[in-house]
C-alpha cells in the first residue's frame, strides 16, 4: 500500500488514472514526432518527384547490404524492447534490466554501423557542406551533381535526425536501467518503461520507412 | 491493474514477419517494376510499420481514444503530403507565358 | 460561492488568511522550482508581460519611422531588424503563450475539478524550454538582431542574410517545444482529469477551445520545427534543402513553414474565443446561444486551418490550380468563424447585459475580428490577393485578428480573471477607460492602413512616396493612444495588488467551477473534488425559448 503511494503522483486518483494518462502523453508526444519527421518526408517527396534520377544514382552510393544489416538490428532491438516491456509487466526485474540492456547494446550497435556508413561516405567526398567534391563518374545515371548534392543533403539530414532520436532513446534506457536497478517498477508502476517502449518503436518505424527510401530506390 | 500481457509467442511471430518483410523489400528492389517500385517498397514499409504499432505498441489492446491518436497523426501527415505535393505536381499544368520560355535555362 | 465569507473576512485583523497558492510558500526558489499550474500560469505571464513590453518597442519604433516618407530616425536594415524583430517578439513569444500559457494553465485544471495539469513538472518543464528560447533570442537581438522577417524566409535567411539568423532560429526552434508540451499537457488534462459528472458538453467553451488550440500546438509545431532546423542546417552546414544555387526550391521552405504559421493564427486567436465566450455569457447572465455549434465550430477552425496554408504563396510562383484549392478552402474556414460570432450576438439578444470591462473587451473583440475576418476573404480570393499581397491591407487584416482580436481576448481574460489569481479587485472606472483607449487607438491604428495598402502602399520598406504620409501620421498617432491605451492597465493592476478590495471568491456572480473556490485559489484548488451536475453556464433555471431552435 505504502509503495503505491510512493508512486502516485498527486494530481491523480489513482494509478489506473496515471497509466492512461502517461501512455497518452506519449502518444500525443509521438503524434508531433510523426510530423516532425514528415516534414523531412515531404521534402524527400518533393524533390524525389522532381529528381528521379538523380536520387535513384544516389541511392546507388549506398550500400544497401549495410541498410539490411542496420534494419534488422533495429527489428531486433524492438524485439527486446517489447519483452523489456513484458518483463516489467510480469514484474521480472532482472529479465526487464537484462533486456534493457541488451536493447540498448542493440541500439549502440545501430549507431557503430551508422559511424561506420558516415566515416565511409567521408571517405567518398560524398557529405554535402563537408568535403563534398562531385564524383568524376557516375553508377548509373549522368546527372546533375547539384541533385545528388540535394539526395545527399536528405540522407544526412533524415538518417541523421534519425541517429538524434536513436541517442536520445539509449540514455533514456540507460536512465531506466538505473531506476529498474533500484526496484522502482512493479507489475502494477512501470509506466516509464512502457512509453519509453512506445518512443523506441516510434524510431524504429521512422527506420522502417527510411531504409527502403534511401537505399533501394532503384537496384534492378 | 489489469493490462493486457502479450504473449512471448505473439512477438517472436510478430519479429520473424519483420525480418522476413525486410528481405522481401530488398528482393523486390532488384526487380525493375517501373513506378511500381516505389509503392511496393512503400506497401511493405506501412505493413511493416502497422505490425509495430499494433503489436509492438500495444495499439490493438488499446482504448479507442488511443487508436484516434495514432490516426489523427497519420492523417495530418497525409494533409501535408497532400497539399504540398498539390502544388509541385501542378505546376506544370498551366503553360508559361511566351516571352518567359527564353529565360528559362535548358 | 459558500466561499465568500471566508475570503471577505480574511483582511480584518485576528483571523489568519486561509492558506492560498501565493501565501502557502514564499521565496524565489518555492517560484522557480514550483509545479503549481497556477504559479506557472504566473510565471508566464511575468515572462510573456516582458516580450510585449519588448515587442511594444520594436511597433513604436516603427511608427515613429514612418511618421515621414523619408527614411530618417533609423537606416533601412535597421528598419529590417525592428520589424523582423517585432514579429518574432510579438508573435512566438507573446501571441502564442498569451492567453494559453497564463490563463489556459490557471484555469484549466480549475474549470474541469482537476487538482493539477496531469504533467506538473512538464508543465515548469516548458516555462524553463520558453525561457530558455528567450535567451537565445535576447542574445540574437543584443547582438544586432535578426532581418529576415518573422518568416525566415529560404534562401534568404539560410544563405544571404548576414544577421544572427541561426542564433534566433535556434531560439525559435527551443520555444516550438515549449509550446509542444503546453498543448500535449492540456490535451491530456482535458481527456484525464475531468471531474466527476463533468461530460464533454458540460465543459466551459473556453476548454473546448483550448482543446482545439492544443491539437494544433501538437500537430503543426513539429512541422516548423523541422523546418528552422533545415534553415540552420543549410545555413551552417550547406545542405541542399531551400536554396537554388545548391539545387532546392525555396518554396519547400515556405509550404513547411506555413503548415504550421497559418494554423498558428488559430493558436492565436481561439483561446480568444473562448475567453469571449465564457465573458460573454457571464455579463449576458445567460446560457451561451448554440453550445455545441460554438464547442464543434472551434475543432473545425482547427482542422480547417491546416488546410489553407498555400493563400500566402498564391503569388510566389505556386501552381495556379494548388492555388485554387487553397483559396476554396480558405474561405471555408470563414463558416465556423462565422458560426461563433452570430452565436454571441445571439447570446446577447434579449440578455440582461451589463457592460464591466471585460465585456467591454469583448465586445470589442467581436467588432474587431469580424472586420479582420471579413478582410481576410478578400485576401482568400485569388484575383484580389494579387493587388493586396504584400501591402499594408494584409497588415492591417492580420492586427486585426491578432491585436483586436487575440489581444482583446486576452485583456478581456486579464479582467474577468484577475480577481481569482490575485484576490483583489482592480478600479472599474480606469478599467473601463482603458478599455476605450485602446478601441480607439487600435481602430485610429489599423484602419488608415486598410486603405493604404489598398491604394498601393507595400509593407516591409522604410521609406514611401509622400501621398500616403496623411494615413501613415494618423496611423502613428492611433499608435501612441493605443500604447498609452495598454499602460494604464499595467499601472492599476499592479496597484490593485496591493491596494484594490478584496473581491471574494466570485465576483461576478458568474458559474463555472473556478468560481467555486476562494480568490485566490488553495494550493490543490478544491477541497475536496467537485461533482458536476449541471450544464455549464446554467444562468437562467428555465430554458429560453431560442434554445429550443438550436437543438
Redesign the interface.
Known sequence: MSETHSVL???F?D???Q???S???M?????????????????Y???R???PLAFAEGSLHLD?RIG?IN??VL??S??T???AV?SA??GRRRSLIGFLLLTMLLGSVFLGIKVFEYSHKYHEHLI???NFVPPHEFIRFHV?P??L??FL??Y??MTG?HALHMIIGVSVLAVLVVLAWRGRFS??YYNPVEVA??YW??V??VW??L???LY????? | MAHHVVPQKIYLLVFATLILLTLVTVDVAFYDLGLLNLYVALAIAVTKATIVILYFMHVKYSSRLVWVFVGSGFFWLAILLALTLSDFFTRGWSPLPSGWTSMIMP | MDATPINAHSGTPGEPTPVNYLNVDYGLKSWLLTTDHKRIGILYLISITIFFALGGIFAALIRLELMTPEGDVVSSEMYNKLFTMHGVAMIFFFLIPSIPAVFGNFLIPMMIGARDVAFPRLNLMSWYIYSIGGVFTFAAMALGGVDTGWTFYAPYSSTYSNSNVALTAVGVFILGFSSILTGLNFIVTIHKMRAPGLTWFRLPLFVWAHYATSLIQILGTPVVAISIVLVALERLLKLGIFDPKLGGDPLLFQHLFWFYSHPAVYIMILPSMGVISEVIACFSRKRVFGYPFIAFSSLAIAVLGFLVWGHHMFTSGQSVYAGMIFSVLTMLVAIPSAVKVFNWTATLYKGSVSYQAPMLYALGFIGLFTIGGLTGLFLATLATDVHLHDTYFVVAHFHYIMVGGAIMGYMAAMHFWWPKMTGRLYPEGWAKFAALVIFVGFNLTFFPQFVLGYLGMPRRYHVYPPEFQVLNVMSTAGASILAVGYIIPFIYLLWSLKYGPLAGANPWQAKGLEWTTPSPPPPHNFERTPVVTEEAYAYASKPYPEEAEVV
Open positions: 503522483a498527486h494530481q486518483d494509478l489506473e488514472q497509466f492512461e494518462a501512455t497518452l502523453g502518444w500525443a508526444f509521438l503524434i508531433t514526432e510523426v510530423l516532425f519527421f514528415g516534414g523531412l518526408f515531404t521534402g517527396a518533393v524533390y518527384s522532381q529528381y544497401y539490411a534494419t534488422a527489428i531486433c524492438s524485439l524492447m517489447a519483452l513484458r509487466q510480469l554535402p557542406g563537408i546533375d547539384q541533385q548534392y540535394v543533403s536528405f544526412f539530414a535526425m507489475s502494477e517502449g512506445l518503436h516510434f524504429d518505424i522502417i520507412f531504409f527502403p527510401l533501394l530506390i532503384s537496384r534492378s
